[in-house]
């Protein structure tokens, strides 16, 4: 668990879950910083589609593994990208912090995947196939570091960030 001066809370889970919807929500409720490493390596590095194009898959889970630990030395309310579970490295550091695991089914998730800028799911006649194909690849992982669960398939995401608000304070 982080220290009790530098309140964290780390949102895991495939695309579409609501990680950075969610996370926004639940910062606010526990008045601390949001950071979405997703974000960061966009701000730094250029559109997810292009460092998969110019540097692959490895060298685009280098620079999240590298966000991670960042946003974990900083603190707040922190969402990581889908495949983030898929390095070791990140793994290992997320055991030392609370991680909650949001879930969603193939259903919800259908719409909210739509509109490009998912490299995983770039040219595929079918993403809601291939989005549960990469889900049951991660879905270990998530489990295996998740210190709780959240669906976020059918209730409203201010509900559900009031939940998680109310189980980090109970971390504490």
């Known amino acids: 668990m982080s220290s009790p001066e530098l309140l964290t809370l780390v949102l895991v889970g495939p695309m579409g879950a609501g990680k950075t919807s969610v996370g926004r929500r639940v910062a606010k409720k526990l008045g601390v910083g949001f950071i979405d490493t997703d974000r960061r390596i966009v701000a730094a590095h250029?559109?997810?589609p292009e460092?998969?194009?110019?540097?692959?898959?490895d060298g685009f889970r280098a620079l999240e593994t590298e966000a991670a630990a960042t946003?974990?030395?900083e603190?707040?309310?922190?969402s990581l990208g889908g495949g983030a579970v898929t390095s070791y490295s990140t793994r290992q550091l997320l055991r030392q912090h609370p991680v909650v695991f949001l879930t969603v089914s193939p259903e919800a998730v259908a719409h909210r995947i739509g509109g490009g800028g998912r490299p995983m799911l770039a040219g595929d006649e079918d993403p809601v196939t291939r989005w549960k194909e990469i889900y049951e690849q991660r879905r270990g992982w998530y489990e295996?570091?998740?210190d709780a669960t959240f669906d976020t398939s059918r209730r409203?995401?201010?509900r559900i960030a009031e939940e998680i608000a109310a189980w980090r304070r109970e971390q504490a």
């Open 46 to 48: 250029g559109p997810i």
């Open 51 to 57: 460092i998969f194009a110019v540097r692959g898959e």
């Open 71 to 73: 946003a974990l030395s």
């Open 75 to 78: 603190g707040g309310v922190i």
């Open 144 to 146: 295996e570091i998740a």
């Open 156 to 158: 409203p995401m201010q």
